[in-house]
């Protein structure tokens, strides 16, 4: 334990930076996503593998890496993590295949899942004092929600001047000094749960069932719907699934404790994750593609396209979300963000190929901005409602694993439905633009739908008692006021 005030705060700053660079990581790759397609001759639908490498393995090792630090100590696995990052941000930067690319991108999320999870474990340890926790966690979620608006910006940048590889290449002098820095000021950490056996299996077989169910989706519209590899592969995704689920009924440790799912408000918060994930990242993925292929932007046009949406995301989930809460509850924000978030991705439905950014694009985001910083701290808090102190560490990651597993599912589903939609349209006539364009409008479409079923979701099935949501809104708001 660090008593030093200065040093622990310092050791902060390295796990702050660590944190900065993965969060940096999931968007500074979208805007570069078609120089990416471009120049490695991926296809419209084959590209979201570029993103879902790094989300299915992030998802899927999140809690086994939160597992590992428990049992062999969390500074060890953030700095391997941290190493892994790095090492995979280097083989994605010189990258000259798609292969190679998208194996980079998988390392990535490795080791992404591992910082995450070892590091806010770390800072947790570091800080005991309410106050100063309270101001350690308000960086957090600064860090979470401006880490995207920085991504989209600083991508646009790098992209222009230097080229899709520079997206990569920035993280390499940041891991190695986050690493350096992390042997020097980080406190070693000893295992509490020495002698439990790791689930190993559990963790494998959700991944490879994950894998598998997107790469049949992604690869659907091509090997055809009721192909024997399509139909083949989804049978083998559900048949691991359900090996899943057989063997955390089995195991003495599992990597996720069954019932858990018994809990009607974490089990829901769960499935409004996933939801939510997939419209979320339709937003990232499809409008990048959108202002880019359809409006003709170049990269940094279309980071700064972005830049209002994640500003204002950025803004409400540092301190407003939380007062939100505070006044009205965890119902009204979280189901009033959802259903604002759909209402911007239902704008993108109309959005033509003429499109002009201030009346076709900027309400969209200033939307989606604006509902996912409203929602995004009551979704967390929602998940721990009806779960014990000891164990809302876990419900906390459950439902960071359902988003980044959504995510990846629904993008792959999105991109499946854009490309099928944009075929019709050729064949129809439309041209190229015009078929592209359909394709993310229906794309969109979808989107807003599954935004505004987790809405409803959250408005007509959690269920929150008055007197302990008062109570927590209440400590909600002392740990806002500490943070400000």
Do not use: C
């Not at 120049?39 to 993103?51: P, Q």
């Amino acid at each position: 334990m660090i008593t030093d005030s200065r040093t622990r705060w310092l050791a902060f700053a390295v796990l702050s930076l660590g944190s900065f660079m993965i969060v940096l990581d999931t968007t500074i790759v979208n805007v570069a996503l078609p120089s990416i397609r471009a120049d490695l001759g991926f296809s419209e639908s084959s590209l979201a593998w570029v993103v879902n490498a790094y989300m299915l393995f992030f998802g899927g090792f999140l809690l086994l890496g939160g597992r590992l630090g428990d049992l062999y100590g969390h500074r060890k696995l953030f700095v391997a993590g941290i190493g892994i990052f790095t090492i995979a941000s280097f083989a994605a930067s010189v990258s000259s295949s798609q292969a190679i690319l998208i194996v980079g991108r998988a390392a990535q999320g490795l080791g992404g899942a591992v910082v995450s999870a070892a590091g806010l474990s770390l800072m947790m340890s570091l800080f005991t004092e309410p106050a100063e926790r309270a101001k350690a966690m308000g960086v957090v979620g600064f860090i979470s929600a401006g880490g995207g608006s920085v991504g989209v910006l600083l991508g646009g940048v790098l992209t222009s001047i230097f080229g899709w590889h520079a997206v990569f290449m920035v993280n390499i002098p940041v891991g190695i000094a986050v690493y350096a820095l992390s042997l020097r000021l980080l406190p070693a950490t000893r295992g509490s749960a020495s002698g439990a056996r790791l689930d190993i299996a559990g963790a494998v077989t959700v991944t490879a069932s994950l894998m598998l169910a997107v790469y049949a989706i992604v690869n659907g519209n091509e090997a055809g719907w009721t192909s024997g590899q399509t139909v083949g592969l989804l049978v083998t995704a559900v048949a691991l699934l359900a090996a899943f689920f057989v063997i955390e009924s089995r195991v003495s440790a599992p990597l996720v404790p069954l019932a858990l799912f018994r809990r009607r408000n974490l089990a829901t918060a769960n499935v409004m994750g996933v939801l939510w994930a997939a419209a979320m990242f339709a937003w990232f993925f499809l409008s990048a593609l959108y202002l880019q292929v359809v409006l003709r932007y170049d990269p940094l046009q279309v980071g700064l396209a972005f830049l209002p949406g994640n500003v204002i995301m950025a803004i409400f989930s540092v301190g407003i979300s939380a007062r939100l809460v505070m006044r009205y509850g965890l119902k009204a924000p979280l189901g009033t963000g959802l259903a604002l978030a759909g209402l911007g991705l239902a704008l993108l439905v109309r959005a033509p190929i003429d499109g002009n950014y201030l009346v076709d694009v900027l309400p969209s985001m200033v939307l989606l901005g604006l509902g996912a910083g409203i929602a995004f701290n009551p979704m967390i808090i929602v998940a721990m409602s009806d779960v014990e102190p000891e164990r809302s560490g876990l419900a906390s990651g459950l439902v960071n694993t359902s988003f980044m597993m959504g995510g990846a599912l629904g993008l792959a589903v999105l991109a499946s439905i854009a490309a099928s939609q944009t075929t019709s349209a050729i064949a129809s006539g439309a041209s190229q633009v015009a078929a592209l364009t359909d394709g993310y409008h229906a794309a969109f479409a979808i989107g807003a739908a599954f935004a505004i079923t987790a809405a409803v979701l959250g408005f007509k099935v959690l269920r929150i008692e008055s007197s302990a949501a008062t109570g927590r809104d209440a400590h909600l708001g002392e740990l806002a006021t500490a943070a400000d």
